[in-house]
């Protein structure tokens, strides 16, 4: 996992400047990317995705299957439901006041829908983000 293409993903702008890379070769933020002060970048990061994610009124994420005629139900677990399944696994082991990881940022945002009111930290070396819900 990079967090240079994550943050570009959920679209949160970043530069060289809150590197602590300090390489500057390139014009625009480079793909090693890494913020000097961590902590207070996921504040940040946390602060973007919390004035751009709308909440839910439900309490875990559901799939909604769209049905036609074409389609032939082989009974093999999709990737859809696997995503399903990790989201309010994440979801169902924070609320009981445990810690979980999740791989993505848009991960973390499909979480801030449930669950607003949470602590995230990137772990460099898993190419993870900690997952805690605040008390």
């Known amino acids: 996992m990079n967090l240079h293409n994550d943050l570009i993903k959920v679209k949160i702008i970043h530069d ?18 890494y913020p000097e002060n961590s902590s207070e970048f996921m504040k940040h990061v946390l602060d973007e995705l919390r004035g ?7 309490k875990r994420l559901k799939r909604h299957i769209v049905s036609d005629r074409k389609s032939y139900d082989d009974r093999i677990t999709t990737l859809d439901e696997y995503y399903v399944l990790l989201i309010n696994s ?4 924070i ?3 445990s810690v979980d990881h999740a791989y993505s940022l848009e991960q973390v945002r499909d979480i801030m829908r449930f669950e607003p009111d949470i602590s995230v930290k990137y772990i460099s070396e898993a190419g993870a983000y900690e997952i805690r819900k605040l008390r």
């Open 16 to 33: 060289c400047e809150n590197c602590c890379h300090k390489c500057r070769k390139y014009g625009d933020t480079c793909e090693n990317f």
């Open 52 to 58: 751009n994610t709308v909440p839910s009124g439900e």
């Open 90 to 93: 994440i979801l169902s082991s």
């Open 95 to 97: 609320r009981k006041g």
